[in-house]
C-alpha cells in the first residue's frame, strides 16, 4: 500500500511543481519513489536486489513509470569485467533511508544520477530527484 499523500495524482502533481519524490518501501508499481526488493537480479554488498520506481515522462507529463534496478550495471560502465564494484553504491535497503552515490568501490560511470528513458535523477537521502 503507498504511504499517504503519494497517489499518483499527487504524485503528477508534484512532478510538474517540485520535481522530487520521497522514497518508500511498498509494494506499488505505479507510485514513483516505491522500492522493492527483486526476487531476482543483480544484487548488492548485502545480497539484495534492489529496485526503484522512477518517472517516464513524454513531452512533460508521466503518463508511466519505469524500473531503476539500483544494483545493476550502468550502460556506460568502464569495468564491465570486474564482478565486485558497484557502478551506483547504494547505501541503505528497503524500509531505510536510501541514498546512491559514488562513494565505494566504483567505475567510472557518470556521477551516480540515473538515466532511463524520460528521466534523469539522482536517489539522495531517501528522495529520488530530476537533474
Same mark, same amino acid.
Given at each position: 500500500?503507498?504511504?499517504?499523500?503519494?497517489?499518483?495524482?499527487?504524485?503528477?502533481? %508534484?512532478?510538474?511543481?517540485?520535481? %522530487?519524490?520521497?522514497?518508500?518501501?511498498?509494494?506499488?508499481?505505479?507510485?514513483?519513489?516505491a522500492l522493492l526488493e527483486a526476487r531476482s537480479g543483480p544484487k548488492g554488498y548485502d545480497g539484495k536486489s534492489?529496485?526503484?520506481?522512477?518517472?517516464?515522462? %513524454?513531452?512533460?507529463?508521466?503518463?508511466?513509470?519505469?524500473?531503476?534496478?539500483?544494483?545493476?550495471?550502468?550502460?556506460?560502465?568502464?569495468?564491465?569485467?570486474?564482478?565486485?564494484?558497484?557502478?551506483?553504491?547504494?547505501?541503505?535497503?528497503?524500509?531505510?533511508?536510501?541514498? &546512491?552515490?559514488?562513494?565505494?568501490?566504483?567505475?567510472g560511470a557518470g556521477a551516480g544520477s540515473i538515466g532511463v528513458p524520460g528521466f534523469h535523477g539522482f536517489l539522495?537521502?531517501? &528522495?529520488?530527484?530530476?537533474?
Amino acid at each position: 500500500m503507498a504511504p499517504k499523500g503519494l497517489g499518483s495524482a499527487t504524485v503528477r502533481d %508534484r512532478y510538474a511543481r517540485l520535481r %522530487r519524490w520521497p522514497c518508500a518501501a511498498h509494494r506499488s508499481d505505479e507510485t514513483v519513489g516505491a522500492l522493492l526488493e527483486a526476487r531476482s537480479g543483480p544484487k548488492g554488498y548485502d545480497g539484495k536486489s534492489i529496485v526503484c520506481v522512477v518517472p517516464y515522462s %513524454r513531452e512533460g507529463i508521466i503518463n508511466k513509470t519505469s524500473w531503476w534496478h539500483i544494483d545493476s550495471r550502468a550502460n556506460n560502465c568502464d569495468k564491465p569485467a570486474d564482478t565486485e564494484h558497484r557502478c551506483w553504491c547504494r547505501h541503505g535497503t528497503v524500509g531505510e533511508t536510501v541514498h &546512491v552515490d559514488k562513494v565505494g568501490n566504483t567505475c567510472g560511470a557518470g556521477a551516480g544520477s540515473i538515466g532511463v528513458p524520460g528521466f534523469h535523477g539522482f536517489l539522495h537521502h531517501g &528522495v529520488l530527484r530530476d537533474c
